[in-house]
């Protein structure tokens, strides 16, 4: 038998759980192993400053290598895991090795969905953007002047519309559904987010499918969309969600839907099995998600790693996300799925502004847009469990300040 973790995924989950156990001084046997060739690193930068080349991957690395040998911490990069026998408690690997652990956690983290080929989807000039490769491909066909068509308005597409357009492309962003970040967000945040792109040239279609692509020797050069439209088109960017990758897990026996099924510990249907950050399904407000975000990526296997060192604590999330978008920063605090109506309310600085929502009258999510203040008082608020004064929030004039007080 061995005390030994392995951890199957090589992302910030993955590093945040191990950098934590070490912050910890347990000392147990550790092996991570990663599909990657790269150490971890972060990945909300690869459809931003990465992409327009203000960061390179040196930049992004959570840790260097020498942090691994210090820290005891074996790493194997390259490498995937093929199986799980829970029995034996060991993986099988891709090169013919087996581990034995004493604790595995998955970290799997989930994979971009890609349009098929049946409309066009294995021509060259189509990209998806999770990991720095695919990032490395776009960025040298981002070239000014081509024509950029981007599927899907969630924060992704909206983010890689952002940045194209910044680099001359001209960008036209696609939305099956009546509004961007439809899923995601309140009506009120996808008209500001909409205004944005707008104001900075882009052509953003709502309630439009994309029929097929059509190509030239092997290479897109335009789009047929509904309603019988068909634009020129020099490369595609495909933002239209993920899939969580549970086939070890599902292989495996472990309980799956969509992502790995956890309790508030983190741990799956077989106790001596993790799963964290975007592949797990995890309980929030007497419901099952996934929370595609840093934040909780970090802060579970920040639970899991105190959790092996001894404690007996729970994982309470307390979402946030950020999204960059030329020069804007949007802020979310808190879950504003369910929501029933919305507040929203000027800044002090011009351009700012936030969104409130609630839900049967509690306040569960800020959206805030260049406005810091509004964000960090409803991310106290929500966590603190206070319900702010309407009055005060439909008034502007009125420092935020005093809802703290």
């Known amino acids: 038998m061995t005390d ?39 990945r909300p930068p690869l459809s931003k400053k990465y992409l327009l080349g203000e960061a ?5 690395l959570y840790r260097s290598e020498s942090w691994y040998t210090d820290n005891s911490v074996d790493v194997r990069l390259g490498t995937a895991v ?26 799997t983290g989930s994979t971009p969905r890609r349009l098929p080929a049946s409309v066009g989807g294995d021509l060259d000039g189509i990209f998806v953007i999770r990991d720095f490769k695919h990032a490395d491909a776009l960025a040298g066909d981002m ?26 492309l001209e960008v ?46 092997g290479r897109v050069t335009g789009a047929e969309l509904s309603g019988g439209v068909t634009i020129a088109v020099d490369l ?10 549970d086939e070890l897990a599902r292989e495996a026996g472990l309980d799956v839907a969509n992502g790995v099924v956890v309790d508030a510990f983190a741990q799956t249907s077989d106790p001596a099995i993790y799963a964290i950050g975007d592949c797990a399904v995890l309980p929030f407000r007497g419901q099952m998600i996934r929370l595609e975000s840093v934040q909780n990526a970090v802060d579970q296997a920040e639970a899991v790693a105190a959790r092996l060192a001894g404690s007996e604590a729970a994982y309470e999330p307390k979402p946030w996300f950020w999204s960059d978008q ?23 600085r011009e351009g700012s502004v936030s969104v409130w929502y609630f839900r049967e009258g509690k306040l569960v999510a800020v959206d805030a847009i260049n406005d810091a203040k509004a964000y960090v008082t409803g991310k106290k608020l929500i966590e603190a469990g206070i319900q702010p004064d309407r009055a005060v929030l439909e008034n502007p004039e009125i420092d935020l300040k005093v809802l703290l007080s």
């Open 172 to 217: 036209t962003v696609i939305e099956m559904a009546d509004r961007i970040l439809q899923r995601v967000a309140s009506a009120a945040t996808s008209k500001l987010v909409k205004d944005i792109h707008i104001a900075r040239g882009v052509d953003i279609r709502e309630s439009t499918g994309l029929v097929r692509l059509i190509g030239e020797n």
């Open 326 to 348: 030329y020069d804007v920063k949007l802020q979310i605090a808190g879950f504003g799925h369910g929501h029933d109506e919305t507040i929203v309310r000027a800044g002090q």
């Open 82 to 107: 093929t199986a799980i026998d829970r029995a034996a408690k060991t993986v099988a690997l891709d090169d013919g090795a087996t581990l034995e652990y004493g604790t595995l956690a998955l970290a």
């Open 4 to 42: 030994r973790l392995v951890v199957i995924g090589g992302g910030q989950a993955a590093f945040a759980l191990v950098a934590k156990l070490r912050a910890l001084k347990d000392m147990r046997p550790v092996t991570i192993v990663a599909a990657e060739h790269s150490l971890p690193y972060q």
């Open 143 to 168: 070239k000014p002047g081509r024509r950029a068509l981007i599927v899907g308005g969630g924060y992704i597409g909206l983010e890689a519309a952002a940045v194209a357009r910044s680099s001359g």
């Open 236 to 245: 595609v960017i495909v933002g239209i969600g993920v899939g969580a990758n």
């Open 56 to 60: 390179d991957l040196d930049r992004l």
